[in-house]
C-alpha cells in the first residue's frame, strides 16, 4: 500500500466554498471521526470538508503508529460520504504544527474559506499546541462535544483565553463567514469510540 501523488495534492473547490478542516492521525479512524465529520458539516452548512490525515501529531508518541498510506486507505473506507476528501497533503509540505497547515492554505487557497473542526477534547488540549493563539485569529474554529469532555473543556485555558470569540450555537451556520477570532461549541449526539481504545494501547 503506497502513496500516490493525489494524496499529496491540496484539493481544488470553486471560489468561496465554505471547507471543513478535520485533522488527526486517525489511527485508526473510526464511526466516531465520521460522526464529529457529519456534525460539522450539517450545523455549519459547510460545502466540502478535508479528512487531513497527519503524518503524526506533535504531542504523541509515533512509535508504532500506521503506515500513513494505510490510515488514508481506512480513512476512505470510513469517510464514504460524498462531500468528505480525504488527503495527506500535510505531509507533502513537510508540515508538523496546525498553524503552519492553516497558514499554508490561506496563501494557497486564499479564495475558500475554512472552518477548523475538533472535538472538545482537543479543546481541552488546544493551549499546548503551537502557536494555537495564531490558529485563532487565522481561521474560525468549530469545536463538536465529545463523551466526558464537555466540561473540563469549557474551562480550559483556551477556551477561556477565546471566550469573547465565541458565538452562539444558533449562528453555528455563519461561522465560515466570519472573520476570526470565532468560534462555537456544537451539542449534539456523542460516540464513545476512541482511537487509543481501539489499538489497544497506552500510547
Do not use: C
Not at 32 to 48: E, I, K, P, Y
Not at 159 to 173: C, N, Q, T
Amino acid at each position: 500500500m503506497n502513496l500516490v501523488a493525489a494524496d499529496l495534492r491540496i484539493p481544488v473547490l470553486p471560489a468561496g466554498s465554505t471547507v471543513g478542516l478535520f485533522g488527526g492521525s486517525f489511527d485508526p479512524p473510526h464511526a466516531g471521526h465520521l460522526l464529529v465529520a457529519q456534525a460539522a458539516l450539517r450545523r455549519l452548512r459547510l460545502d466540502r470538508l478535508w479528512w487531513l490525515v497527519s503524518p503524526g501529531n506533535p504531542l504523541k508518541r509515533h512509535d508504532g503508529l500506521a503506515p500513513l498510506a494505510r490510515r488514508i486507505a481506512l480513512s476512505r473506507q470510513i469517510a464514504r460520504d460524498p462531500r468528505i476528501t480525504v488527503t495527506a497533503f500535510e505531509a507533502a509540505h513537510a508540515l508538523r504544527y496546525t498553524a503552519d497547515l492553516v497558514a499554508l492554505l490561506r496563501l494557497r487557497r486564499p479564495n475558500l474559506r475554512f472552518v477548523w473542526i475538533m472535538g472538545a477534547d482537543s479543546l481541552g488540549t488546544f493551549h499546548l499546541w503551537q502557536d494555537w493563539r495564531r490558529i485563532g485569529t487565522q481561521v474560525p474554529i468549530a469545536v463538536v462535544d465529545r463523551p466526558g469532555a464537555t466540561l473540563r473543556s469549557l474551562r480550559s485555558p483556551a477556551a477561556l483565553a477565546l471566550g469573547k470569540a465565541r458565538i452562539r450555537e444558533s449562528e453555528a451556520p455563519l461561522l465560515a463567514r466570519r472573520d476570526p477570532p470565532a468560534w462555537v461549541f456544537l451539542h449534539g449526539p456523542r460516540s464513545p469510540l476512541s482511537s487509543t481504545r481501539l489499538r489497544g494501547s497506552p500510547r
